[in-house]
C-alpha cells in the first residue's frame, strides 16, 4: 500500500518561510510525477508545483519565483521549499504522487493527509 508522509506546515509571519517535505512508501511502484496542491476554505484544490520522472517542473503562476520544487529520487521524497511567504498562500498543502504501481494497470493518484501552513500578516 503506497503511502505519503507529510511534513513541514506550520505558522509564519509574511515574508518568512517554510520547507515541506513528503516521502513516498509501501510497495513497488515507479514514480510518474510528484507535487503539491494546496486548498482554502472555500476554495478548489489547486496545482502549487510539480514534477515529473524526468524533472519537468511546473508552478502556478501565484507562486513562481518564491517556491522551489525539489526531490531525491533515492528517498522517493519531494520538497517544496516555500519563501517570501504572503497570507494568501495560507492553505492546506497536499502531496500528490502519480505512480505506476507494479502489478497494476496505468498510472494511479496518491495523496497525502495535509499540511496546513498558515501565513500571517
Known amino acids: 500500500q503506497v503511502q505519503l508522509v507529510e511534513s513541514g506546515g506550520g505558522l509564519v509571519q509574511a515574508g518568512g518561510s517554510l520547507r515541506l517535505s513528503c516521502a513516498a512508501s509501501g510497495g513497488r511502484f515507479a514514480i510518474n510525477v510528484m507535487g503539491w496542491y494546496r486548498q482554502s476554505p472555500g476554495k478548489q484544490r489547486e496545482l502549487v508545483a510539480t514534477?515529473?520522472?524526468?524533472?519537468?517542473?511546473d508552478y502556478a503562476d501565484s507562486v513562481k519565483g518564491r517556491f522551489t520544487i525539489s526531490r531525491d529520487k533515492l528517498k522517493k521524497t519531494v520538497y517544496l521549499q516555500m519563501n517570501g511567504l504572503k497570507p494568501e498562500d495560507t492553505a492546506v498543502y497536499y502531496c500528490?504522487?502519480?505512480?505506476?504501481?507494479?502489478?497494476?494497470?496505468?498510472?494511479?493518484?496518491?495523496w497525502g493527509q495535509g499540511t496546513q501552513v498558515t501565513v500571517s500578516s
Open positions: 500528490h504522487l502519480g505512480a505506476m504501481v507494479y502489478g497494476g494497470w496505468g498510472v494511479d493518484d496518491f
Open positions: 514534477i515529473t520522472h524526468d524533472d519537468n517542473i
